[in-house]
């Protein structure tokens, strides 16, 4: 059995405002295929990217993730410095 193009595998980072761009990409590709829906992800890549890489997250969690942790690697950063970093900036002393 072939996974449905539009299938979510992670919903985890989704906001409500990706739930309704994710709903506008899934009318695209139904109402005109794999064309409308090209068009509808360009647009929405043009006007909201962080929207773009999670709603992209969601329905490939696996290649998102690697690709992050490529362009991390390139800029010599590691996993855990990212870690490190988060922890610093949501600790109440990073807040200050």
């Given at each position: 059995?072939?996974?449905?193009?539009?299938?979510?595998?992670?919903t985890s980072f989704l906001s409500d405002a990706d739930w309704a761009e994710l709903?506008?990409?899934k009318r695209a590709h139904q109402k005109g295929g794999k064309r409308?829906?090209?068009?509808?992800?360009d647009k929405l890549t043009e006007?909201?990217?962080?929207?773009?890489?999670?709603?992209?997250?969601a329905f490939f969690p696996s290649m998102?993730?690697?690709?992050?942790?490529?362009?991390?690697?390139?800029?010599?950063?590691?996993?855990?410095?990212l870690r490190e970093l988060i922890r610093k900036c949501e600790s109440p002393a990073g807040k200050q």
């Open positions: 059995m072939t996974k449905h193009p539009m299938e979510v595998e992670d709903n506008k990409l409308a829906l090209s068009k509808a992800v006007n909201d990217r962080g929207s773009y890489v999670r709603i992209m997250a998102v993730r690697n690709a992050v942790k490529d362009a991390m690697a390139q800029y010599g950063v590691t996993e855990e410095e």
